[in-house]
């Protein structure tokens, strides 16, 4: 069965560099048969897709996003990563990371995710 | 952007009744919508994909329908672990967007 684990700092300063990695297991990020996305979920809020990262390297960004965010992948590690900058209070949130199911575009898998904190 | 809305935002409910739960799209987006289940502390779930196909292992008194801009999301019997909040999700343009979710209480 497919597992995500989302790491990274719980706790970031505003105006900084927010930095997280997902890691998967028992599946390939690099194997042309999904796409791997990340969400964030504020407190109490509803849930925003903010990214993925294609086998291959192309990337889509959300667009309220797309200015302070970058995806990246590592193949050789099994790891997709997520970077946000210049953040603030807004960007506290709980991350996910997915996998998405190409050609139906659901999301089947899902790191249990971590809270993020922007403050000083 | 495609907006997403639901209703009821939250619904009290028994085990053993039936619910409805409701998703617009604010375009069309044929069927290209998912419903997804969440609970406190939990990643979200996927429960329906593209509208009405059930997902592996869930089980069947969850169903979907609908297509366009219309869609619905039935229990057809609650039970005491259905109670969680539930979104739908379009997946038919970039950014994909989310319903603001319904959160299903006990009675």
């Known amino acids: 069965q497919v597992q995500l684990q989302e790491s990274g700092p719980g706790l970031v300063k505003p105006s900084q560099t927010l930095s997280l990695t997902c890691t998967v297991s028992?599946?390939?990020?690099?194997?042309?048969?999904?796409?791997w996305s990340w969400f964030r979920q504020p407190s109490g809020r509803g849930l925003e897709w903010i990214g993925r990262?294609?086998?291959?390297?192309?990337?889509n960004y959300n667009t309220s996003l797309k200015s302070r965010l970058t995806i990246s992948a590592d193949p050789s590690k099994n790891q997709f990563s997520l970077s946000l900058s210049s953040v603030t209070a807004a960007d506290t949130a709980v991350y996910y990371c997915?996998?998405?199911?190409?050609?139906?575009?659901?999301?089947?898998?899902w790191g249990q995710g971590t809270l993020v904190t922007v403050s000083s | 952007d495609i907006q997403m809305t639901q209703s009821p935002s939250s619904l009290s409910a028994s085990v053993g009744d039936r619910v409805t739960i409701t998703c617009r799209a604010s375009q069309t987006i044929n069927t290209y919508l998912n419903w997804y289940q969440q609970k406190p502390g939990r990643a979200p779930k996927v429960l329906i994909y593209?509208?009405?196909t059930l997902q592996t292992g869930v089980p069947s008194r969850f169903s979907g329908s609908g297509s366009g801009t219309d869609f619905t999301l039935t229990i057809s019997s609650l039970q005491p672990e259905d109670f969680a909040t539930y979104y739908c999700?379009?997946?038919?343009?970039?950014?994909?967007?989310f319903g603001q979710g319904t959160k299903l209480e006990i009675k």
């Open positions: 997915a996998r998405e199911v190409p050609s139906a575009y659901y999301f089947d898998f």
């Open positions: 593209t509208a009405s």
């Open positions: 999700q379009q997946s038919y343009f970039t950014p994909y967007t």
């Open positions: 028992d599946d390939s990020i690099d194997i042309n048969s999904y796409y």
């Open positions: 990262f294609y086998p291959g390297g192309s990337t």
